[in-house]
Structure formats: structure tokens, C-alpha cells
């Protein structure tokens, strides 16, 4: 077993980790518990009774019934299927019934979606799959803040994208910034090429003895000027707007702000459209006390950049808003996250606790965490409220209560094995075999959790693929209409009209 261990540890390519990860389950015995539906941990008999339901209908074409029963809901965590710690027993995969449920769900609506009857219609499921994609909700991918650590988020995405897990909608803070972007900015053709390990040295390690020759002969750190080259380098010159036609992609950037009074702010093509990706980058990238506070700019309707809020300036996103969750709710209907957490301010305590969620241990950390988070709360508005002729301090004070206050995981945590990293080292460029090093450790991270996230996100994938389908041939069939209702007026009346 732990030979099995050391080869998944040393493993090149997620296909050969799962092979050992089989392997180790079918040696331990785990095998045969995620073939036995029996445990504690879930409601493993109302998910059977759903399943042979829905099959029932299902084989027997029962097209109103199948409908009917899908109506009722369709849940990714019915009976507490959803819990992670289902997904901690065995090293790939669950319970089969699981498996087996989300894929009964998934075939009962390609079922539906690929009926040639009249009963149910098109506009009655074209109405189902809408208000089913609304209330199963969807998932985000949140990339944190990190420095140099940003750049294990490479080999998380890369893990994403390579099984086809990628989300749409993708937020990121300060490091984790400006990984979205490259996200949102290109094809997923030419995100694969990026991505590819030559071309990300050549992108990403390039410019490192330019540097060393002109400034120092050690590993120069970032400043400044590098910091806009790389961002100018790697990021086209669009607004959030344009990104997102050319994609698809929600990309999210964290802001903070540099003044007392204001918040923060979530940049995206919803809420700021017109807004240059790459300044946002900058911004969100803006380390308080290394890099100055930036100012937004935006295309104006004349093509031409002007400033965005012009009296104000933002700084490092991960200050306030590391992961955005609550807003992403609330913009994209998502309830599902998915979070690579590399924050070195927070890493060394951040743990995925979703494992042992029913452990002593766990409940009294979380109680001194909240206990820790409230007194942070409390000595802040002592500081606002008796400081108030020293900005500086009170400055310092709302920084340090916005980084304890925040919540760092999600429902999937993605998390660097190493939790510890030297300090002076986080803005300084790294050399090829470290920044070799950081994507490995993202793409090792990932893949135990790959299993996890495609049986998570496959109902939902499911609907976005339906609903794509059945609103492009909506819009088709409204323009025939429109089409016919013009060629039955004649000219003169369609003038009056």
C-alpha cells in the first residue's frame, strides 16, 4: 500500500494516478465499500427509490411521468449525496449509487431533451430545463491571492481544462487575477497551447535573464514595471465585455480599495463591461506597501480609454474580497465552488476540513476561529471610532479585520501540500524548475479531487449543454415566425405598421 502511495505521489499524468488510485482502492478494500450502498453518511435508501423511479418512466417512455418526477427536484446533495466526506473513504471516486443516481438524472434529461412528440412540447420542457438550470444553480472556480504562489493555479486549471471540468464562470484575486484573465481572454484551443509546459516557460520565465542582465545578478523581484509588462505580455487589450464574447467566460476580478470609506469591488462583464482587463489585473495585483494604488480605466463610446471612477484607487484584491462567493451567487445563480487556495497570509492555517467534519478536533478550531474573527470585528470599530485623526492606522485596522473576516474554502479545496514558504521569496521572479514545481504541485493537488468535481458539475453541465440547444433552435423557430408573419402583409401594410 505504501508503495501504491509513493508511485501516486510520483505519478506524470492524472491517467496513471488514477490507475494506482484503482489499484490502492481495489487492495484496501474500499472497492467493494463504494459497490455496498449501505452507510450513515448519506440516505443511501430515498436516492435508490428516486433512481428506480426515474428508470421506470424512463424505459418505459412514460415522457409525462419522467417529467413529473423530475419536477419534484433534481438535487445535488439529495440525501446528503453531496458531502465531501463521502468522497474522502476510497482514493477515486464514491459510492456507485452515487455515480449511478447523478447518472440516472443526466440520461432521464438527454431523454427528454431528445423528444420528436408533442407531449411534453418544446415550449413545456424548453420552460422544465430553464427553471431546473435556475434552481440546480452552477459552479465557480475561485483562484485566490498568492504572489508567486499564483502560480500553482496554472496547474489547477490545467488539470480543469484538460478533463473538460474548466467552469464557466471564474473569479480571481491579486495572483489569482491575473490567471483568470489568461482564462478569459483565450480559446480553449489556444488555452491548451498556452498551457502546454514549453509554452508556459517560454511565456512565463522569459524575460528572467533579460532582468538579471540589466538589473541584478541574482532572481530580480517584481516590480512595478515588470509587473505591467508581464500583465501587457500575457493579457490582450480588451474590456471585460469583449473578453466575454470572444469566450464565453464569466471572468471576476477582486479589487480592493485604497480609501477608508469605500468598498470593494467585483469587476466583471456584468457590472463593468467596459473596463480594461488589463488595468483591473493591475490593480487587483497592487500589494499594499510594494505596488501603488492603480486607477480603472474603461473604453469609452468613442473607443478611446478614459478613466473609471477617476478619484478613486484600488489595490490588492485578496485584501477584502480573496473569494467573492456571495457575489457570484448573486450575479451567476451559482451555489457550487470550487477553490485553489495558495493566500500565503492564510495558508499555514487553512485547512479542508470537509474530511474529518464530524471530528472534535474540528468543531473547537472552528469555534476559536469565529471566536478570533469577532474580536478582529470588534477591536476594528474600536479603532475607527477613537482614531479617527489618524487614517493611517484606521487604514491598517480595516485591511487587517477584511483578511480575518473572510472565508477561505469552499465546497472543494484544492490546497498546496506544502503550507509553508519562504516570505522574501513571494515577489521575486522564479527560474524554470521552481516555477515547474509550482504547476506540478497544482496539477497533484488537483487530481484527487477530479472525480469529485465531474460527478459534482455533471447534472449541471448537463442543462447548460440542453439549454444551449433548445434556445438556439427557440431563436430559429421565432425568426421563421417572424419570417412568415412579413410575408403575409403586404409591403404597404408593414410601411404603416
Known sequence: MKKLEKRM????????????????DRNSGREHWKKVDKTSLY?????????????????????????????????????????PVLYTRAKFGTKKLIHDYVDEITDSLDHLARLEVDS?????????????????????????????????????????????????VISGASAGSLIAAVLGTRSTEDLKQFLDTKNLMK???????????????????????????????????????????????????????????Q???????????????????????????????????????????QPYLATRRWIDGSVSDDLPAKRLSRMYAVNHFIVSQTNPLVLWMVRDTKA?????????????????????????????????????????????????????????????????????????????????????EGEKATWPKIEMIRTSTKISRKLTEILEVYEAEEAGRLGKAHHHLGAEFPQSRRKQA
Open 356 to 440: 474529518d467534519n464530524y471530528s472534535i478536533f474540528n468543531s473547537i478550531r472552528h469555534v476559536a476561529l469565529r471566536t478570533m474573527k469577532e474580536s478582529f470585528q470588534v477591536s476594528n470599530n474600536l479603532v475607527q471610532r477613537y482614531f479617527k485623526s489618524v487614517p493611517s492606522v484606521r487604514r491598517v485596522s480595516n485591511l487587517t479585520a477584511a483578511l480575518v473576516r473572510q472565508e477561505y474554502t469552499g465546497d472543494i479545496n484544492i490546497i498546496p501540500r506544502s503550507r509553508f514558504f519562504d516570505p522574501r521569496k513571494l515577489l521575486h521572479e522564479l527560474t524554470e524548475e521552481q516555477l515547474d514545481f509550482f504547476i506540478r
Open 9 to 24: 505521489e510520483k505519478a506524470a499524468s492524472y491517467d496513471e494516478w488514477r490507475e494506482l488510485a484503482l489499484e490502492h
Open 203 to 261: 511565456e512565463l520565465v522569459e524575460e528572467v535573464d533579460l532582468v538579471r542582465n540589466g538589473i541584478s545578478k541574482g532572481t530580480p523581484r517584481i516590480n512595478h514595471r515588470l509587473l505591467k509588462e508581464k500583465i501587457a505580455r500575457l493579457i490582450p487589450d480588451m474590456t471585460f465585455q469583449e473578453a466575454y464574447e470572444k469566450t464565453g467566460r464569466y471572468i471576476n476580478i477582486s479589487v480592493s480599495p485604497s480609501d477608508v470609506h
Open 43 to 83: 440516505d443511501y435508501a430515498s436516492i435508490r427509490s428516486r433512481i428506480e423511479r426515474l428508470r421506470y418512466f424512463r424505459e418505459n417512455n412514460d415522457n409525462i411521468g419522467l417529467l413529473f418526477t423530475l419536477n419534484e427536484g433534481i438535487h445535488g446533495n439529495m440525501g446528503g449525496m453531496g458531502k
Open 120 to 168: 411534453p412540447g418544446f415550449a413545456e420542457r424548453l420552460d422544465f430545463f430553464r427553471r431546473a438550470n435556475k434552481c440546480y444553480g452552477r459552479s465557480a472556480l475561485m483562484l485566490s491571492g498568492g504572489a508567486v504562489l499564483g502560480n500553482f493555479h496554472v496547474g489547477v486549471v490545467k488539470s480543469l481544462l484538460l478533463e473538460d471540468l474548466l467552469p464557466d
Open 263 to 305: 468598498t470593494s469591488r467585483l469587476l466583471n462583464a456584468i457590472a463593468s463591461p467596459n473596463v480594461y482587463i488589463r488595468k483591473a489585473v493591475l490593480a487587483s495585483c497592487a500589494v499594499p506597501g510594494i505596488f501603488p494604488p492603480v486607477m480603472l480605466e474603461a473604453k469609452n463610446v468613442h473607443g478611446h480609454p
